[in-house]
């Protein structure tokens, strides 16, 4: 380490103050230090020993790390979110100085083994252009680079779920309004990272990205808008700027694919568990039920697949051809994947001999990836892959290229180099260079002398007891034990006496060593620079090795998925361009797994869009949409299906929403984050969507609850006309049937014996009878005479058929009272003085009668009702006080068991007060 103290913590402050980066290390000889602060946060972070360094009569903390090591150091600060700058030590003409070089963040660490992507994103907003949000993600491991223009905040949560990025830099637009920037912190676990706002001026970002990836580049993948090319601009802008080196890498850039898309938002993605469990975990989800690739680079394609499902017709059907081969021939695939264990990534090895990072077994690790191509070629000939769409796959990446860069790699890098230190020769291969060729020969010479020396000093001298080594401090030497010391020849001349021996040197010997200093010097020099012409031939070649690597991760996905289809019984689905779906025997392809799964038919058409699904809690309600819902999308992901048959529409959406109870529980949704969702799903959701609603409206008292999902239910099936799935414990909805033509009645049926429920899981037509909700109250363990008595109430309310909403008519003219009318499946106006008018006005089942109107009812009605003396035999004091009472309870606020005990009171009561 340098020794001017003062100095060098004085010039890390001054190179601190000159970024933004939260940590620099700086380089000091050969050690990375961190002084100050930054040398208490890495020494918290990262475990590291802190001591102080006087400069200047301060004391200061100080933390480093070897040269050799700092890049794992580097991944872990990134890792846990920080932006690291890096200054390195360079020769001045009066000693050393230090510059940044570059700076790592999570978004540019270049070397993480971890098989994950780690996507860099930036999103732009700007109200002049039509769609006012732009998104882009970029993948410095891999090269990979998408923007795209999308129309609101939903996209780009959906687009924030699906990339997952760690980093994300918000432009201008964003991060100048506050609720904005708010929205966007709250759609991602990225860093935020404030790139500096001129990056994204669109008129340097258009400049940038046709420097970069060609003019014809942004017309081809249609980016156009504003937005989308200043984040786009500004995601190349921050990668140059960090110095990652990387920016090579980058040779194509993607859109978003919106034509052909899916959409998929970030709550639907979430509670389908796709890629995460609701609980954040891995275990679980879709992506690891399917998951049997090989290679990283499968696994990140197979989590694209899934989390970007396609409409295009002609490209499901080559995925579904080729899954379908792979599902059949057992031997070959279990080939294939043979072939494929071990192969290195491609994609980002071919990142990594761009920023010249790769090391000598980086471009072994691409030469033998290259090398598979012929095996994975003969693993496919003569098989019953060789008539599907798998050998296009194959043959995609130009042939020619791939096949000459890999023989060049087997000419110039030796068999098994040494791992990242050139020095020890060996990395280069014998035949490849002419002049390292002869340099190692006459080195193995030199070598061979030295080697044999200490026998030949034997013979001419009869000595015993000599051996010649080297060391870091002696050089090489002849070490002779101590009793034949005395015996040394007079031309030896000693150096060391030790324990047991002495070590002595001669002319001679110190020539061969100088020669041999001098050789391996050269040999260093000669293969690095050999080293770096294959490394930069590789990186003119990243285009083949990103095409080769994108070819192999699609053999590896669809193999793997093969082999699901194939080990558990999936079937290839049928699409259709019309209105049918219909899955025989369809089944949660997660829950199939761990459980004796029963199997359920689905069926909808143009006269059956919409179903009501009922069912007691627990009876298997959610399981059976979520499996429709996943069905579609394993279908539209190109995979086979749970099912025994399957006949499918292309649709252009899935839209869930999940019971607010089970959220509410996990703290994660409030009947706000309800009713958003309901609304985004109402203003998005097509024709050709697949929507599910499991439970609406349960997040609000049980009035304004069912209000709700009525309206709903009525504009999803009369304006939006979406396939629908809508699982509810609202029995009133069941009545809807019977009026709105599309709506059918399932139940997911139970059956009681003797007192006792059994969960039969199965599927059926029409409503279920009863809601066995008192059983479960039974199963929880309530007190007998509370369920019993429960039992009770339930059946008089049956008998009475109807649900009331008291409420008071326009005005103030006296109090009306609104029946739910069960068979009519409306409320009508009851009670009082029997007049029908607005009470019931807000409610009908009109195809237009949606939200505002009914919810205003409803709410008018429960505050009217405090006012008037209510309905039906008002002039009794006890029935008075008991409506008061009625009207006071508040039925969120009341535990069940109290509230059924009051119940039970008020009925004593107006027994006794009739
Ligand atoms: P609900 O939505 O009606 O409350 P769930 O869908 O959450 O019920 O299912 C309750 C339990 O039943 C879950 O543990 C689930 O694994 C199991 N289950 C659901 N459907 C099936 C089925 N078809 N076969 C076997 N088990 C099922």
């Known amino acids: 380490m340098t020794t001017d103290a003062g100095g060098i913590v004085g010039e890390f402050l001054s190179l601190k103050e000159s970024t933004d980066a939260d940590v620099l290390a700086m380089q000091c000889g050969d050690f990375y230090e961190f002084f100050a602060d930054d040398a208490e946060l890495v020494a918290d972070e990262l475990d590291l020993k802190v001591s102080q360094k006087s400069s200047h009569g301060s004391s200061y903390p100080m933390a480093g790390v070897p040269l050799t090591e700092l890049t794992p150091y580097l991944t872990a600060l990134v890792e846990r979110g920080y932006r690291v700058a890096v200054a390195e030590q360079y020769e001045t003409d009066d000693g050393h100085a230090r510059r940044i070089e570059r700076v790592v963040s999570p978004g540019t660490v270049v070397d993480p083994d971890g098989a994950a992507a780690r996507w860099l994103a930036a999103v732009e907003y700007d109200d002049g252009s039509d769609e006012p949000w732009g998104v882009a993600f970029a993948e410095v491991t891999t090269g990979r680079f998408h923007a795209a223009a999308v129309a609101d905040l939903d996209d780009v949560r959906a687009e924030l779920h699906r990339f997952a990025p760690v980093e994300l830099l918000p432009g201008p637009g964003v991060r100048d309004d506050d609720a904005r920037l708010a929205d966007l912190r709250e759609s991602t676990d990225a860093r935020l990272t404030l790139h500096e706002a001129e990056a994204f001026a669109p008129g340097r970002a258009r400049h940038r990205l046709g420097d970069h990836f060609g003019d014809q580049a942004l017309a081809a993948v249609g980016l156009d808008a504003d937005p989308a090319v200043a984040a786009a601009g500004a995601v190349l802008h921050y990668v140059d700027e960090t110095g990652a080196g990387v920016l090579a890498s980058m040779t194509r850039l993607g859109g978003l694919d919106p034509g052909g898309r ?258 391996e010097e050269r040999r260093e020099e000669l293969e690095r620079r050999i080293l770096d012409e294959v490394r930069e031939r590789v990186a003119s070649e990243s285009e083949v090795l990103q095409d080769v690597g994108r070819a192999l991760a699609e053999l590896d996905t669809l193999a793997s998925l093969g082999h699901h289809a194939a080990t558990n019984d999936w079937v290839r689905p049928e699409f259709t361009d019309g209105d049918e779906l219909v899955v025989e025997a369809g089944r949660h392809p997660v829950v199939e797994r761990t459980t004796d799964f029963v199997p359920n038919d689905l069926r909808m058409d143009r006269e059956r869009g919409f179903l009501i699904v009922t069912g007691p809690n627990m009876s298997g309600k959610s399981t059976y949409m979520r499996q429709c819902a ?74 304004d609850g069912i209000s709700i999902a009525w309206a709903a239910t009525e504009y999803l099936h009369n304006e939006v006309r979406a396939k629908t799935l809508f699982a509810t414990h609202y029995h009133e909805l069941t009545a809807l049937a019977d009026h709105l033509p599309r709506v059918a009645n399932v139940h997911v049926a139970a059956e009681e014996r003797d007192g006792d429920v059994t969960f039969l899981r199965r599927v059926r037509e029409g409503p279920t009878d009863r809601s066995y909700g008192v059983h479960v109250a039974d199963l929880a363990g309530v007190p007998g005479p509370v369920v019993a008595r429960a039992d009770a109430v339930l059946d008089r309310l049956r008998e009475e058929k109807a649900i009331e909403a008291k409420g008071a008519g326009g005005g103030d003219d006296g109090t009306k009272q609104a029946v739910f009318d069960l068979a009519a499946g409306e409320f009508v106006a009851g009670g009082g003085n029997g007049e029908s008018d607005d009470a019931a006005a807000g409610i009908d089942t009109a195809p237009n009668g949606a939200g505002d109107g009914t919810a205003a009812a409803t709410e008018g009605s429960l505050a009217g009702a405090a006012a008037g003396d209510g309905a039906g035999g008002q002039d009794d004091p006890e029935v008075a006080a008991v409506l008061e009472a009625l009207r006071e309870t508040d039925v969120n606020e009341t535990p069940p068991v109290e509230l059924m005990a009051k119940v039970q009171e008020w009925q004593t009561r107006l027994e006794n007060g009739e």
């Open 630 to 703: 996943l069905i579609s999308l394993l279908a539209q992901a190109g995979s086979f299906v749970p099912a025994d048959a399957a006949t499918l529409p292309l649709v252009d959406g899935v839209y869930t929403r999940v019971g607010a109870l089970d959220e509410l529980a996990q703290g994660r949704s409030t009947f706000m984050v309800e009713m958003q969702e309901l609304s985004n799903i109402l203003h998005s959701a097509t024709e050709d969507s697949l929507v599910i609603l499991d439970e609406v409206g349960r997040g609000t008292a049980t009035y």
């Open 262 to 519: 899916v959409a998929l938002d970030a709550t639907t993605q979430r509670n389908l568990e796709l890629v995460e469990t609701m609980q954040g975990e891995r275990d679980g989800t879709l992506l690891s039920t399917l998951d049997h690739t090989e290679t990283a680079a499968g696994t990140r394609l197979l989590r694209e697949w899934l989390t970007r499902p396609r409409r295009d017709r002609e490209e499901l059907e080559r995925r579904g051809a080729a899954v379908e081969a792979f599902a059949s021939a057992a031997l070959a695939r279990d080939r294939l994947l043979d072939t494929l264990d071990g192969t290195a990534d491609l994609e980002r090895l071919a990142a990594r001999a761009t920023s010249g990072s790769a090391g000598p077994r980086d471009l072994a690790a691409v030469r033998s990836a290259l090398g598979r191509l012929p095996e994975l070629a003969a693993a496919i000939d003569g098989t019953e892959l060789a008539d599907s769409p798998v050998p296009d796959v194959l043959a995609r990446p130009d042939q020619d290229a791939a096949r000459a860069l890999h023989d060049e790699l087997a000419d110039a890098i030796a068999a098994e180099p040494p791992g990242s230190v050139v020095g020890d020769g060996g990395v280069i291969a014998r035949g490849y260079d002419e002049e390292l060729d002869e340099l190692v020969e006459e080195y193995e010479e030199a070598v061979e002398w030295l080697d044999t020396l200490a026998e030949r000093e034997k013979r001419s001298h009869g000595l015993t007891h000599v051996s010649v080594d080297r060391n870091k401090t002696d050089g090489y030497y002849i070490q002779v034990g101590k009793s034949v010391a005395g015996q040394a020849p007079e031309h030896y001349r000693e150096i060391k006496t030790l324990k047991n021996s002495k070590r002595f040197v001669t002319e001679e010997l110190e020539e061969r060593e100088r020669t041999v200093l001098r050789m």
